[in-house]
């Protein structure tokens, strides 16, 4: 694993997008991995580490998270800045081509891109996430987001990580620790705290839809390239009639879902990587 960051542009001025990399640097098959609203790169260590003979694997925090920069008007956090970033990375890439899988916001991210004209992605794992969020799952996430909780001991943080993300499903307690690790960091006082900017929250609850869904699907029925749609069983984000309408429309995804498990499948664990391995590299 190599840790790189690379310099984007915000309207406000210039920040770092940290990224790391796995396989060889010189492979032009490129994997890009985008994480979810809080979360960081490091989740897909295991992934990355599985697919690193077939991949260059790039797995970066999105502004505002892991080792990346804050923006200083946070206003500027949301899909469009998240899409110039990823941009700016794959020049820094040489890729012109990449496979990109995205869990949850990096969903979100791959499908804005992949709608658009000459899209560098040919092909794209929508991990739980699709064109209908719904009002539940936004809300249940709102009122999380933004609380910048500190702790007294990394124990502490790691029970509200699996406090706020029991929707992940039955993990082990190694697993847990990992996720845990790389999403927080000491401060100068000797606290325990998260590796997110809280101003994430002030543009995601301003485009929330209220009460209602936030349907994005001119966005995905734009999308041309091979699309697998994975669904954790018990999500409350991506419904079922969701996904049924997303293999007859659009790029007519290909489904997977993952049992037990809510919002969202981590990728942890062999089976869910294999569902992955047999979609991205099929002829």
């Known amino acids: 694993m190599r840790e790189h960051t690379v310099q984007c542009l915000s309207p406000a001025g210039l920040h770092r997008m940290a990224y790391t990399e796995w396989g060889d640097p010189k492979n032009t098959k490129v994997l890009l991995c985008v994480h979810g609203l809080t979360r960081c790169g490091r989740d897909f260590d295991f992934l990355a580490e599985s697919l690193a003979n077939e ?3 790039v797995c970066p925090d999105v502004v505002g998270r892991g080792r990346s920069d804050w923006l200083r008007t946070k206003s500027f956090y949301g899909i469009p800045q ?12 040489d890729a012109d081509v990449v496979h990109w899988l995205g869990t949850s916001m990096g969903g979100l991210i791959g499908m804005a891109l ?6 560098p992605i040919s092909r794209l794992v929508l991990n739980d996430v699709g064109p209908v969020l719904t009002a539940v799952s ?9 609380q910048a909780p500190r702790f007294d001991s990394y124990a502490q943080a790691e029970a509200f990580v699996r406090f706020v993300s029991a929707t992940f499903g039955k993990l082990t307690d190694l ?12 401060a100068a006082d000797g606290k325990i705290e998260f590796c997110y900017d809280p101003g994430i929250a002030e543009p995601f609850k301003t485009d929330q839809g209220g009460d209602k869904d936030v349907e994005l699907w001119p966005l995905y029925d734009a999308i041309r390239c091979p699309t697998l749609v994975m ?6 984000l991506l419904l079922p009639e969701t996904v049924a309408q997303m293999t007859s429309r659009g790029p007519r995804a290909k489904t997977a879902v993952v049992l037990a498990v809510g919002h969202a499948p981590m990728l942890l664990d062999e089976a ?12």
Not at 82 to 93: C, E, G, I, S
Not at 114 to 119: C, I, L, P, R, T
Not at 274 to 283: H, K, M, Q, Y
Request: no cysteine; hydrophobic share 45%; glycine share 6%.
């Open 55 to 57: 991949y260059r694997v």
């Open 175 to 186: 697993q847990w620790r990992h996720l845990t690790t790389h999403v927080v960091r000491t």
């Open 114 to 119: 992949a709608a658009q004209e000459n899209s």
């Open 231 to 236: 669904r954790g069983e018990l999500s409350d």
């Open 272 to 283: 869910q990587v294999g569902v992955v391995r047999d979609f991205l590299l099929a002829e």
């Open 82 to 93: 998240y899409v110039a970033d990823m941009v700016t990375l794959l020049a820094r890439l």
């Open 138 to 146: 936004l809300k249940r996430i709102g009122d999380y987001l933004g």
